[in-house]
């Protein structure tokens, strides 16, 4: 069984500060592929990244950096210096290799307070 | 861009109406998926079809149907829809060859009175 754990459900900081969510996933297949959404006040759930299990290097994207660590089974995601327009739910999500449907975590509430 | 389009962004519907949910996608996508969110939930799939007049049932499929006549459209139905299916229902669409997952739309809001 497929599992995604987003134990903070609400997050607020100030602007400028850095954040980091935490997910932590649970699978038996030994591949699988390991996403980040973005959902702003509009609704529409915008793609962050995607991470191979295979692939355990971190990336960073401008001000968004990414900690695959599979020996905890977590993925981690780092907002440094943080702006308003950050303010959204966060999803963490796990695809199995070869299927199409993606499993969700529940989602962390992040705002930057101006 | 891919665009997931969904038909209605605010739906009031009276309980034991029948209530449709449309979405439609422009990217020749095999995949299309139906979600609910709801809080403390995250997303949970009703129902997802990988072809055309082809359906597989998600997690929660119970009071749900749906119907995939033409590959870009993909419709959710409520067949008597009850208070407890108030929620935000999420339509996404994917394509196996992308590597960014699913394109979603920007949901519709439903309120069952």
């Known amino acids: 069984a497929q599992k995604v754990t987003q134990a903070q459900t609400e997050i607020s900081v100030v602007e400028k500060e850095d954040v980091t969510l935490d997910c932590v996933y649970e699978?038996?297949?030994?591949?699988?592929?390991l996403f980040w959404y973005k959902q702003p006040p509009s609704g529409e759930l915008v793609f962050l990244i995607r991470r191979n299990s295979f692939d355990e290097q971190n990336e960073i994207s401008g001000r968004y950096s990414w900690n695959f660590q599979k020996s905890t089974s977590s993925f981690n995601f780092t907002i440094t210096a943080s702006q308003v327009v950050d303010s959204a739910v966060y999803f963490c999500?796990?695809?199995?290799?070869?299927?199409?449907?993606?499993?969700f975590g529940t989602g962390t509430r992040l705002t930057v307070i101006p | 861009d891919v665009k997931v389009t969904q038909s209605s962004r605010y739906l009031v519907k009276r309980t034991g109406e029948k209530v449709f949910l449309e979405c439609v996608q422009d990217m020749d996508h095999e995949n299309m998926f139906w979600y609910r969110q709801d809080p403390g939930l995250g997303l949970r799939l009703i129902y997802f079809?990988?072809?055309?007049?082809?359906?597989e049932k998600g997690d929660i499929p119970e009071g749900y149907s749906v119907s995939r006549e033409k590959k870009e459209r993909f419709s959710l139905i409520l067949e008597s829809a009850s208070t407890n299916q108030t929620s935000m229902y999420l339509c996404a669409s994917f394509r196996r060859d992308r590597a960014y997952g699913y394109t979603f739309g920007s949901g519709t809001r439903l309120t069952v009175v």
């Open positions: 699978t038996r297949d030994t591949t699988y592929y």
């Open positions: 999500a796990l695809k199995r290799t070869g299927a199409n449907n993606l499993f």
């Open positions: 079809s990988y072809d055309v007049k082809m359906k």
